[in-house]
């Protein structure tokens, strides 16, 4: 385009000394040049071998190209869709197959409706082709607490186990069979909100944590006693501070509902949230967290949902475990060990660090011994400045 410009450019007259040249397959070369003060009325428009297009009429047949566009696209997409629908008609009938399967091994069971949430969670699809499959029950309500505040490892399958939880009330209230074991109490459900994953776009123009907060936002103004609300890592995309104090106003709004409070299942790793008891006492509330088994080099997943909550997120040992270069993962470990200690965090390409500590503490060591009104201190200075360089005595 840029070659096609220049060659334009010789053939408008000498006063027109740029122009811009784009090209539509649908409308041709669009050559866009600037107005000269020659150029007052439509007929100081006209160029031999050119013909003027006002902007109105350019975004007329622009919109008309956009539409014709569309249309072959959505013929495009649905040529191709049709021409993989027996594909897709053979993933279906497998799916059939396998769920058919499953349900001659565990007949259907029969779901009694109530306002309690009562379910033992088994997967069929998951059961037949995955043997360490683990099930967890879930409870809520009733003589149960509504409020479950998981906390756990990372991958530890906190957010399986939550979306298991949001995708068996659904099929519930669509009227599909659902993965538990018989009998089952489903409670009946108004509404399901989330705050699992935020679909990021630039057309949206809000930042990941505005679109975090506005789902938040609908769960807590919207939610009802009969509403079930999955919130899995809120406040994770700002700093640490703001986004625990958000994380326990939320929850201490809903436990300040008491028994009008929905079904509240969250994961977090906001653990000082336990430790610094930022939530009230309630009976609303109890603290699950997934089992695991930690030796000290090698952490194991159990996937087993016990009472309780983690000490530790183990995010080193799941760092290793994803292929993360040991000297990285040696360095996370030093530094947080340093800010738990509250010690000062130095360079590791500093040389010899020790002993610029020991220079350091030589050099206050020495001007709180200085007596300012005998000493020499032009002499003192030059004599702390040689030791020091020298090494610490």
Known sequence: MTQVAKEELKNL????????????????????????????????????????????????????????????????????????????????????????????????????????????????????????????????????????????????????????????VYMTCIGSFIPAESPSTICTVDRIFTRIKSQESVSVGLSTFMLDINQMSDALRNATSQSLVIVDEFGKGTETADGLALFASSLRYWIAMNERCPHVFVSTHFHCIIQYNLLPQSH???????????????????????????????ANETALQAGLPLEIVKRGVEISKLIQENQPIHRVDTASTEQQLKRCHYLVNQFLEVNLEMADLLAFLNDVVKSSSKGCP
């Open 284 to 314: 609303i509330i109890t603290y699950q967290t997934m089992e695991t088994m930690h030796n000290g080099e090698e952490l194991v997943f159990l996937f087993q949902l016990i009472p309780g909550f983690a000490k530790s997120s183990f």
């Open 13 to 168: 007259d000498d006063d027109i000394t740029e122009c811009n040249v784009i090209y539509l397959p649908q409308l041709g070369y669009l050559v866009a040049i600037p107005k000269s003060d020659k150029m007052k009325t439509e007929e100081d428009f006209k160029i031999p071998g050119l013909e003027f297009v006002t902007w109105t009429e350019f975004l007329e047949t622009l919109s008309v190209i956009l539409q014709i566009m569309k249309r072959s696209l959505c013929t495009d997409f649905k040529t191709r869709f049709l021409s993989t629908a027996p594909y897709c008609l053979m993933l279906w009938n497998i799916q059939q197959n396998l769920i058919a399967s499953w349900l001659l091994l565990n007949p259907p069971v029969n779901l009694v409706m109530s306002n309690q949430f009562l379910m033992k969670i088994m997967h069929p699809l998951q059961e037949i082709v995955c043997s360490p499959f683990v099930p967890n029950d879930t409870f809520s309500g009733g003589s149960n607490s509504k409020i479950k505040i998981l906390t756990s490892p990372n991958a530890s399958g906190k957010s399986v186990y939550l979306k298991q939880v949001a995708l068996i």
